[in-house]
């Protein structure tokens, strides 16, 4: 298990479309979160699970937006009627629930998501 | 609410200059850690340090050092000696914890450019 892996890297989509990207955090992390982050701007929280629940959500999700974490691994995050406003990074996090030695985020490389 | 602002949005520096990054962040939690995180073109987010609330020490690693300051809400980062391949952006997050581990609130990050 070397880190945190998204899929896919890059999607160009037009817009009215849906989307979706998955997010396969490390095996021992049972948090996982979603960011954006759009040009010049610092990510933006999303949502997060713990396990399978979805613990909270941002008011940037919209309803557009959702997210799931069926088994408590892997994540899905699917956009659906895809606009313009959309394009951005999309980033994974995951992290250990605790706040031991080794707790800290791990990020993954991130979908970048065009929207034309 | 947790907020974290750095104040410098771009910042360009000769080789082997020192410089420094600021952080200041606002939180109402007598426990929290603070991050930063460097982003190089690539776009991953890469761990740089971890630091909690009740430890006050500076840390330095290499050529890296940062300089965490409850009295004026602080966690500065100084990079001596830098090199062109310490451009990116780099950020700074925030993570509350007396009601459980909060997803991280990042800064808008500030861009370094070293130039040769």
């Known amino acids: 298990d070397t880190g945190v892996s998204q899929n896919p890297r890059h999607k160009i989509t037009k817009r009215g479309q849906n989307v979706t990207f998955r997010c396969d955090p490390i095996s021992e992390h049972n948090r996982l979160y979603w960011y954006r982050q759009t040009l010049g701007q610092g990510p933006e929280f999303l949502t997060y699970f713990q396990n399978e629940a979805q613990l909270e959500k941002s008011r940037l999700l919209s309803d557009r937006f959702s997210a799931e974490r069926p088994k408590g691994s892997f994540s899905t995050l699917e956009i659906q009627r895809t606009e313009q406003g959309d394009s951005a990074m999309y980033l994974c996090a995951s992290s250990p629930q605790g706040q031991g030695r080794d707790y800290g985020y791990t990020f993954g490389s991130g979908t970048r998501l065009t929207v034309v | ?116």
């Open chain 2, 1 to 116: 609410a947790q907020k974290v602002t750095q104040a410098q949005t771009e910042i360009s520096v000769v080789e082997k200059e020192d410089v420094t990054l600021d952080c200041v962040y606002e939180t109402r939690d007598t426990t929290y850690y603070l991050f930063w995180y460097k982003q190089p073109p690539s776009g991953e987010l890469v761990f740089l340090i971890r630091r909690n609330s009740f430890d006050e020490q500076n840390e330095i690693s290499g050529r890296y050092s940062w300089n965490f300051q409850k009295s004026t809400s602080s966690f500065n980062f100084t990079i001596t000696a830098s090199q062109v391949v310490d451009s990116a952006v780099y950020f700074c997050a925030l993570s509350e914890h007396n009601s459980g581990n909060t997803p991280l609130v990042f800064g808008k990050g500030t861009r370094l450019s070293v130039i040769a």
